[in-house]
């Protein structure tokens, strides 16, 4: 990549002109540089970020490498042994190639950044890696996702979006995605913690550089030392970074089903259930369940309706939408004032829409467990937050009460769902290659 351009309208206008394509590249697309979260900084505090957007660039290729040679600095990977297993980095290539012939990049774009050709047509828009934050996992809230967590999305899909299931991929490719995600995720929060650094570190006004790669081999002791300092700087942000993906398996909120409160898997054997032995009990939890949801304690109705249809508050955003916006004292519904970021990449913003239980599906996975882990520690980058214990109100039992209930609003559906999606896998199955062999 050309470390050297001269100012944001140059890119601007390169990256105008290859969004309106829609060819599928044939060899490695270019890392773009985070023009969004650059300028933002240039709406709001009036700062030139050109030059702290090319410093931050050459940083990140120099620890990360680019989308020609992925690699992990040797520096860096001799600071600790254990960042070299944060991704294979031999797979990489691999990835790369699985992200454009599955048509990841159309959405999620080449760089992570959520905004490919069909971000737009999308809501919620595809995730943008580069934040480095993840909404449906097994860690606790402000941790990364296992790879578990990533290969789930990457085989399975995301209910009711346009996350669909990847047909035909094996366990092998799918670890090879989730290299490629996390090692996009890491260059693009990398970038971000060093602009942010610049913006709050540097006085960027009076000439200061984020770091000056001509003076890396300087003889003059003072700008090789300015460089040092700034070098070791992006390395400690590199390996935090790299470090933290490492840690997710030490963050995983485990769960233990209760003994005493039927709990349901699925609409299926919801519906089963109240036809059986468990019927009455589980009636009654699911009553309790709703006290909860409209109590004011855990407060469900707010956002998610009085009765779960998603059609409580319906007017706040992600925190994907507020970075750019609220995050720098703008109203995401002040569009004009927007336009500066919005040609630089940014999408238009749209309201988080509460789920509708009604219609049977969980984004981040219907077990209980999961549920469990929705409604205990929150949902990372949106309103949703952990709930909070209140003796005597709201205790750790009401969670599979809540649990109950709002699977009962969709179960029905679900049913149907869980029905039409089984009698598809055996049609897959049947239909396989191993299948034609053994016939």
């Known amino acids: 990549m050309n470390h050297h351009f001269s100012a944001l309208t140059v890119i601007i206008a390169a990256l105008a002109?290859?969004?309106?394509?829609?060819?599928?590249?044939?060899g490695p697309h270019p890392f773009e540089p985070n023009l969004v979260h650059a300028y933002k900084y240039h709406v709001s505090q009036g700062l030139p970020m050109d030059q702290?957007?090319?410093?931050?660039?050459?940083?990140?290729?120099?620890?990360?490498?680019?989308?020609?040679?992925?690699?992990?600095?040797?520096?860096?990977?001799?600071?600790?042994?254990?960042?070299?297993?944060?991704?294979?980095?031999?797979?990489?290539?691999?990835?790369?190639?699985?992200?454009?012939?599955?048509?990841?990049?159309?959405?999620?774009?080449?760089t992570g950044d959520g905004r490919g050709q069909n971000a737009g047509l999308s809501n919620p828009y595809p995730r943008d890696f580069r934040k480095g934050m993840f909404k449906f996992k097994e860690t606790e809230l402000n941790s990364k996702p296992t790879r578990e967590d990533l290969a789930e999305r990457i085989r399975n899909g995301i209910p009711g979006t346009t996350m669909v299931k990847l047909p035909a991929v094996t366990d092998e490719e799918v670890q090879a995605l989730v290299d490629y995600v996390i090692y996009l995720s890491w260059r693009g929060e990398l970038e971000r913690a060093l602009i942010d650094d610049a913006v709050l570190?540097?006085?960027?006004?009076?000439?200061?550089?984020?770091?000056?790669?001509?003076?890396?081999?300087?003889?003059?002791?003072?700008?090789?030392?300015?460089?040092?300092?700034?070098?070791?700087?992006?390395?400690?942000?590199?390996?935090?970074?790299?470090?933290?993906?490492?840690?997710?398996?030490?963050?995983i909120v485990e769960v233990e089903l209760p003994t005493d409160i039927p709990v349901p898997s699925s609409g299926t054997e919801f519906l089963a259930m109240m036809q059986g032995e468990d019927a009455a009990a589980l009636t009654a939890s699911v009553k309790r369940g709703q006290e909860v949801f409209r109590g004011k304690i855990a407060s469900c109705s707010k956002c998610h309706g009085n009765d779960g249809k998603g059609d409580g508050q319906t007017a706040d955003y992600d925190a994907w939408t507020k970075d750019y916006t609220l995050a720098i004292d703008i109203k995401p519904e002040n569009r004009d004032a927007l336009i500066p970021l919005l040609a630089r990449g940014a999408l238009q913003p749209q309201n988080i829409l509460p789920r509708n239980f009604a219609e049977g599906v969980f984004r981040g996975g219907s077990d209980p467990e999961d549920l469990y882990r929705r409604i205990t520690v929150g949902i990372?980058?949106?309103?949703?937050p952990?709930?909070?214990?209140?003796?005597?109100?709201?205790?750790?039992?009401?969670?599979?009460?809540?649990?109950?209930?709002?699977?009962?609003?969709?179960a029905e559906v679900a049913a149907k769902n869980e029905k039409a999606a089984a009698e598809q896998a055996v049609a897959e199955e049947e239909q396989s290659p191993e299948s034609e062999e053994e016939k």
Not at 214 to 235: G, M, P, R, V
Not at 393 to 408: K, Q, T
């Open 17 to 26: 002109i290859a969004g309106c394509s829609k060819e599928v590249p044939q």
């Open 52 to 110: 702290v957007l090319s410093d931050a660039d050459w940083t990140v290729d120099s620890l990360l490498g680019d989308a020609n040679e992925m690699r992990l600095n040797e520096e860096l990977a001799a600071s600790e042994e254990d960042l070299a297993t944060v991704v294979d980095f031999e797979q990489l290539k691999i990835g790369q190639q699985l992200y454009i012939d599955k048509q990841c990049y159309s959405c999620h774009g080449y």
């Open 201 to 251: 570190e540097l006085d960027i006004e009076g000439g200061d550089r984020l770091i000056n790669p001509s003076h890396q081999n300087s003889t003059d002791e003072e700008e090789k030392e300015l460089f040092d300092e700034s070098w070791d700087i992006a390395l400690e942000y590199a390996a935090d970074i790299g470090f933290a993906w490492l840690e997710a398996e030490d963050d």
């Open 380 to 384: 990372g980058g949106t309103p949703m």
């Open 386 to 410: 952990a709930v909070t214990f209140v003796p005597g109100e709201f205790e750790e039992p009401d969670v599979w009460h809540l649990i109950n209930y709002v699977r009962s609003l969709g």
